[in-house]
Each structure stands twice: as structure tokens, then as C-alpha cells.
Nanobody, 119 residues
Framework: VQLQASGGGLVQAGGSLRLSCAAS????????MGWDRQAPGKQRELVAT???????NYAGSVKGRFTISRDNAKNTVYLQMTSLNSEDTAVYYC??????????????WGQGTQVTVSS
């Protein structure tokens, strides 16, 4: 099982970006998916999660600005980010709790995608 994140880049403060993360491999089912981020010199923090049924949770710092969604048919999770500010600059990692044909539910992480917000 692999998770491939994309969509990061450089954006001006106040702008928007949409991250995508596609899970691939011999997947049987996917439970919760989400996004973490890690800024330079800071601990990794949970940004948002979404259950298989579409229930979402957000960190307080992004609530109202970020929207997480998923396409179960494509095994893909998205993070729409708006009103970006410099504190959103970080490497963003997607993750998922995935059951493959050979293994029970396990946590998997993508490789990370850099988001840089310029002021």
C-alpha cells in the first residue's frame, strides 16, 4: 500500500491550495484518512481527519479555513486550504488506516508535500 500526496507549492498569504493524496495497492478497505503537518522546528500536528462515513475533525487553527474530503471510489483524500497564512507553511503528510488483501488495518503515511505561504 502506498499513499502519494500532491498539490503543494508556493502561495501568497490569503491564497488557496488543494492537496490530494491517493492510496494505491491491493486495498481492501480504508477507514479514517487525514492530514498532518510539520513546520520547521515544530512538532508534527494533526490538521484534519475524515472517517469512511464522512465525519470530519479539524485542528482549531484551521477550522473554517480548511476542508477535508474524500472520494472513496478513487481511494483519495483532499485538503482544500483557503485564507492561507505564514503559519500554515509546513510539510503536509497524508495518512490512512487501510486494510489490504494481506494485512489487517494499519496506518500508512504519504511522503509529504511542501506548502509555503509567502507574506
Amino acid at each position: 500500500v502506498q499513499l502519494q500526496a500532491s498539490g503543494g507549492g508556493l502561495v501568497q498569504a490569503g491564497g488557496s491550495l488543494r492537496l490530494s493524496c491517493a492510496a494505491s495497492g491491493n486495498i481492501f478497505s480504508i477507514n479514517t484518512m487525514g492530514w498532518d503537518r510539520q513546520a520547521p522546528g515544530k512538532q508534527r500536528e494533526l490538521v484534519a481527519t475524515i472517517s469512511s462515513g464522512g465525519i470530519t475533525n479539524y485542528a482549531g487553527s484551521v477550522k473554517g479555513r480548511f476542508t477535508i474530503s474524500r472520494d472513496n471510489a478513487k481511494n483519495t483524500v483532499y485538503l482544500q486550504m483557503t485564507s492561507l497564512n505564514s503559519e500554515d507553511t509546513a510539510v503536509y503528510y497524508c495518512h490512512g488506516v487501510i486494510r489490504s488483501a494481506a494485512l489487517p488495518y494499519m496506518g500508512y503515511w504519504g511522503q509529504g508535500t511542501q506548502v509555503t505561504v509567502s507574506s
